[in-house]
């Protein structure tokens, strides 16, 4: 039985967004490789079980996301969900989780934290917010975060 025309586009629609997702990746990771070297893109059959994120290589649980329309909130969701079961499941450290992406056709990329992380990542201390809320940086604002890593790789 021959596949329908209807089913051929969208399997191509579906591998069109994959490696445009993959593309985007790659794309973050040499954007922060500055800052840690050893930044690269998750392997997709540990992501696909919950070992790895997005790009790997940084102290953070990072979920990437290139869309027409990008759905932060349940982005945040699914890093803060994503973190936790591999600190559960596989015996990983907490990483703190962020979502950088960007709305297909624009050239700005976006970082979405949790409120008490960039308070925490600005001012070196852990504060105990009875709201939480999330927050939106350009990629560009949130690495000036950081110091970049020197020759031997250290943050």
Known sequence: MK??????AAVRR?????????VFERA?????RDWWPAARRGLGQARDSGEECDVEGTPFWIECKHRKQVDVKAAVRQAE??????HEQHGQYTRPPVVIWRVHGTRTIHVTLRLALLVQLTTGHRHLLDHNPLVQ???????????KAGPEGSV
Do not use: H, M, Y
């Open 14 to 22: 579906g591998r069109a967004s994959k490696l445009k997702g993959k």
């Open 81 to 86: 969900e994503d973190s936790l079961a591999a």
């Open 137 to 147: 940086v350009t990629l560009d604002d949130w690495l000036g975060l950081f110091v």
């Open 28 to 32: 973050v990771v040499a954007a922060i």
């Open 3 to 8: 596949p329908s025309t209807k089913n051929q």
